[in-house]
């Protein structure tokens, strides 16, 4: 008898009882002695120099240890390279307390290292500061003539640049039966976890750090303060069991954390800096941008024709890139295409990768203009995507590796029901409210990185599975757990996952969707080394049971090796351990696609969204009623924590397209609202009826569990599905996020 | 206006009474945290915006950023760490995990004393005047149909105090 599959069941997360205790501790929690508080101070202009910086009367405070400016900021690395990160663009990294140069508004400029958190925060009010200002862009719409080309760089890996152009793009979209032609804009975002940033370090003895950092990557982390203090890798120890949202944030190693470790080694001293919620404006965001498409159809709705270009927003040190204009191509076969995207360097911070970067911005200008092209063609938005449906994504000329999304469609519609819609726009009502339904296609890169596992037995039969790992929130420990109990033929509770610790097993950053496909197959194939282990030694057990049996002739099942033809006949792992008197039995494995089948085919996660509108004809109030998201991306771990993220992600879709906004005064080049009264994101009551649905898709090329992932591809369809719900409502087409109701008006 | 003059205040937090040297200008938030370690209460935003610093005062929930120390002296505090019975959790905490009401974690303790101290006012009797009166408590990882779903099962199951 095997044990039950675990992969595939609702389980609920296995650091539950820890989150709904208050018993989880994250980075800006942990306790240590006489800690020292960090606050941070701010620029206040937005390019320029520092004249003075003066910390004379601050510094008499009583509490107060010390300040840090770029005047007595301690030596660190010399070298550019040395301050990148896994995620650090094409071009210079920024680096805090360099010297008196002010790049951007809010650029932090002095660190205030005191007893109490109340009197850093007080002694930084007494810092005298003087700047010369000098004139300053952050327009975006007002600089676009300045838009350029993009630097490459290691980035270019994971983030391609546009595909070269294909057939006669002007040509074929003159002589298209239709014609359909947009702009698009969405302003400045910012990610907002709920969880501020926060850094503890541990000043451990010379050189010593263990420090708990708010990130997406330990061992990012680890890597960046090893660089720039020209510490030991050994003797940085990166510790994030709990991440309190990061939705991109925590992709690049955050000022907080190169404050509280310069801190702790200069007065060698346990430090804590934590930022507040105005300063979470201060280090990344999606940029603005901006994008023109035209799109061409012949009479039966092909899309023949087909030009998409973004220009997004970019700092002056760095070259920040997301793929923006890719999408179009890879899900509609048109042969002739002109894809562009570039970039208008402003004096902003870097702009960071945010939850379904590029996908999301570029799939809204797509899907609408499809929309349109729908309307003019005189064809049902679902059926024209069914019309350009293509197996093959034409951008590469390369087979997906599966690809279900036609079921999406079907099974959204269905759910949804869009069949009983009016396509005439205006025409649906519900007493004062004008009532639309929407749908957009969504899609999202499946990919693969490498990564490192070890898994551990120890004698009572219970396994400890490693990985620098992080779990921010997605349920990846609970995941890990679930695909290592099946390939041992173990229960949940035999395994213990340990993860977000730069001491354990290589994992890049948790970002791109790429967590589950990555470190998933790592510990499937850990766990298959440990099970050959226990194979090779049940073979040269004294009773030579197996010593005739290939590994392929049995199976791990609740601590025996079974015989698959005799289940009579097995060894248990106790048995094992005893001949082995006692020792743990341990394998770390490397994982990674293989180079030169997996660039074969093309791979990809596709969604169907289908969106309720009501719209208050006289006040212009817009409510997503309901929404049915139909997923395909391989096969899914863990239904409940799989849902999850994709209903969050379809409640960053609502937000992103009808609340929130990071608002910028050009004047000053500041931004107006960063705060969470005035950043609007949805609130309970903002939240109606959602739906998700996982469409059976099976990939055995993607990697060994035929997983792809799912933290982004909930966001990717919902704006364009809203803004096209709205159209069928109201008539009027809105391409400019948020949408607020004084667009209707 | 550097306030250097200590106070003497005793908070009563989960059922043990805390005796403490306070400066007037720090939060019951900071205090809880810093002071006491009890780490469940979160700083979201420290403006009153966001509720992930929601804690109950003699059975109220309110925002304990905006509240100073030395307001709260001899009043009852639960927070996140005493609303379960021992080991055994609030129905509301059970509801939680089983409809996966939270991912990132970080808003919950929040939620969950939030949504305690709502059903006690008994104000909210639809889910539309749950949701409402859950708006305080943001979600940033939008676990709100899940945060709601919980809510209602233990306010329509009536195992609510």
Known sequence: ?745 | MEPKETHAITLNVNDTNYQIQILPWVSLLDVLREELHLTGTKKGCDHGQCGACTVLVDGKRILSCLTLAVMKDGSAITTIEGVADGENLHPIQKAFIEHDAFQCGYCTPGQICSAIGMLKEGKAQTREEVQELMSGNLCRCGANRGIINAIMEVKEGGCHE
């Open chain 1, 1 to 745: 008898m095997t044990k039950l599959p675990q992969i595939g069941k609702p389980i609920s997360r296995l650091e539950g009882r820890l989150k709904v205790t208050g018993s989880a501790k994250y980075a800006g929690e942990y306790e240590a002695e006489d800690l020292l508080y960090g606050y941070v101070v701010n620029s206040t202009i937005t390019k320029g120099k520092i004249t003075v910086i003066d910390t004379t009367e601050a510094k008499t405070l009583e509490g107060v240890i010390e300040i840090f400016t770029h005047e007595n900021k301690p030596s660190t690395a010399w070298f550019d390279f040395q301050y990148a990160d896994m995620d650090a663009p094409p071009g210079t990294v920024f680096k805090p307390l360099k010297d008196n140069d002010i790049k951007y508004n809010g650029q932090p400029i002095a660190l205030v290292v005191a007893a109490t958190f109340e009197m850093a925060r007080y002694a930084a009010t007494k810092i005298k500061l003087a700047y010369t200002e000098e004139k300053f862009e952050t327009n975006l719409q007002s600089n676009l003539h300045k838009a350029r080309d993009t630097k490459k760089g290691l980035a270019s890996m994971l983030k391609p640049p546009p595909p070269k152009p294909t057939g006669d793009f002007e040509e074929a979209y003159q002589n298209s039966f239709v014609q359909s032609s947009g702009e698009f804009k969405h302003g400045t975002e910012h990610h907002n976890p709920m969880e501020m940033f926060a850094t503890t370090v541990i000043y451990e003895g010379k050189d010593q750090l263990k420090i708990y950092d708010k990130t997406q990557g330990t061992i990012n982390s680890q890597m960046y303060v090893a660089n720039v203090f020209g510490l030991k890798m050994k003797n940085v120890q990166v510790i994030a069991p709990f991440v309190g949202g990061a939705f991109g944030s925590g992709l690049r190693p955050q000022y907080q954390l190169f404050m509280a470790v310069m801190a702790s080694l200069k007065l060698k001293r346990n430090v804590r800096v934590t930022l507040d919620r105005a300063q979470m404006y201060t280090f990344g965001h999606r940029p603005p941008t901006v994008q023109f498409t035209k799109f061409g159809a012949e009479k039966n709705g092909k899309v023949n024709a087909i030009y998409h270009k973004a220009i997004g927003e970019t700092s002056q040190f760095e070259d920040y890139v997301e793929i923006v204009v890719n999408w179009a191509n890879m899900l509609y076969p048109a042969e002739n295409t002109l894809l562009e995207h570039q970039v208008v360097p402003l004096d902003v911070y870097s702009p960071l990768d945010m939850r379904a970067p590029g996908g999301s911005t570029g799939m809204h200008a797509i899907e609408i203009t499809m929309d349109d092209l729908a309307y003019k063609l005189n064809i049902d938005p679902l059926e024209l995507r069914l019309i350009n449906y293509s197996e093959k994504d034409k951008s590469s000329d390369k087979e997906y590796s599966s690809k279900e999304l036609r079921n999406c469609y079907l099974e959204g519609a269905k759910k949804f029901g869009w069949s009983n819609r009016n396509p005439e726009p205006r025409s649906m009502k519900r007493g004062n409210k004008l009532v639309g339904y929407g749908m957009a296609t969504g899609i999202w890169d499946a990919n693969r990185l490498l990564a490192r596992v070890q898994a551990i037995m120890t004698s009572d039969g219970k396994v400890a599975i490693k990985s620098a790992v992080t779990d921010i929130g997605t349920g990846t420990q609970t995941i890990m757990t679930q695909i290592a109990a099946d390939e041992l033929g173990l229960r949940l509770e035999d395994i213990t996952f340990l993860y977000a610790d730069s001491k354990m097993p290589f994992a890049p950053i948790q970002g791109g969707s790429f967590t589950t496909a990555t470190v998933g197959p790592a510990v499937k194939a850990a766990c298959k080394a440990l099970n050959e282990k226990l194979f090779r030694k049940a073979k040269h057990l004294k009773n030579a049971v197996l010593s005739e049996m290939k590994f392929e002739d049995v199976i791990f099942s609740e601590g025996f090796i079974i015989v698959k033809n005799n289940p009579e006949t097995k060894i248990s792992i106790a048995e094992i351990f005893a001949a082995n008197g006692g020792k743990e039995i341990k394998t770390t494995n490397t994982s990674m696609p293989n180079p030169l089948r997996y660039g074969k085919k093309a791979r990809a996660v596709h969604s169907a969204v289908f969106v309720e509108v009501e719209v208050d004809e006289e006040l212009g109030i817009i409510e997503v009623k309901r929404a049915v998201t139909a997923v395909a991306a391989g096969k899914i771990i863990n239904p409940k924590t799989a849902e999850s993220q994709i209903l969050g992600g379809m409640i960053w879709g609502i937000s992103k397209t009808l609340h929130e906004e990071t608002i910028t005064d050009h004047n000053f080049g500041k931004y107006m609202n960063p705060n969470l009264a005035e950043y609007h994101i949805p609130v309970h009551a903002d939240i109606q009826d959602l739906n998700v649905i996982f469409v059976e898709e099976n990939d055995t090329f993607v990697n060994d569990l035929g997983v792809k992932g799912v933290g982004e591809i909930g966001v990717v369809g919902m704006p364009p599905a809203i803004a096209n719900a709205i159209f069928h409502a109201t008539g009027k087409r809105i391409n400019d996020l948020p949408i607020h109701f004084d667009k209707l008006l």
